[in-house]
T-cell receptor
């Protein structure tokens, strides 16, 4: 079984500042992928960033980067130069490559203030 | 443009009715998925299909049914056996067991 825990129900940040969202997970598998998805008020789930567990290098996508600590089973998301359009619910998720099953955390609501 | 479409955007169901939610993709993805999202919650897997004419139950399949007759289509039927169907339903697709991409969702409300 896989579990994902997001311990911050809500976060807020000022525009142009940096914020970090936390995520821890548990899995018995050796090969898996980790994701951050963003769900704005439109409710569409949008992929933010993807990390392959066997890669030590942290993934980055423009202003978004992760801190992947495999031994600690931690996968945090850093958003730099926050923008108003970053306001959304953010979900951490783990994908089992054995079964193709995606397990989500409970989400963190991020509000970016002008 | 390639993508995933879901229809309708809003759906209202009376007690005892079956309703079907549509999901279509033109990404040529093999696998398709249905998730349910309740307010303030993460997503829970209802059904998934890795290939045409084959599908498996997810974590909360009771009261739901699916079919996968075409690669592009994966409709979900919410039956009268589903006790609390009011929720937001999301369809996703992927190439094999890799990144899942989501449609815009259907909001189902029981009257």
């Amino acid at each position: 079984a896989q579990t994902v825990t997001q311990s911050q129900p809500e976060m807020s940040v000022q525009e142009a500042e940096t914020v970090t969202l936390s995520c821890t997970y548990d899995t018995s598998e050796s090969n898996y992928y980790l994701f951050w998805y963003k769900q704005p008020p439109s409710r569409q789930m949008i992929l933010v960033i993807r990390q392959e567990a066997y890669k030590q290098q942290n993934a980055t996508e423009n202003r978004f980067s992760v801190n992947f600590q495999k031994a600690a089973k931690s996968f945090s998301l850093k958003i730099s130069d926050s923008q108003l359009g970053d306001t959304a619910m953010y979900f951490c998720a783990i994908l089992s490559t054995s079964y193709g099953k995606l397990t989500f955390g409970q989400g963190t609501i991020l509000t970016v203030h002008p | 443009d390639g993508g995933i479409t879901q229809s309708p955007k809003y759906l209202f169901r009376k007690e005892g009715q079956n309703v079907t939610l549509s999901c279509e993709q033109n990404l040529n993805h093999d696998a398709m998925y249905w998730y349910r999202q309740d307010p303030g919650q993460g997503l829970r897997l209802i059904y998934y299909s890795q290939i045409v004419n084959d599908f498996q139950k997810g974590d909360i399949a009771e009261g739901y049914s699916v079919s996968r007759e075409k690669k592009e289509s994966f409709p979900l039927t919410v039956t009268s056996a589903q006790k609390n169907p009011t929720a937001f339903y999301l369809c996703a697709s992927s190439i094999g067991r890799d990144t899942q991409y989501f449609g815009p969702g259907t909001r189902l409300t029981v009257l």
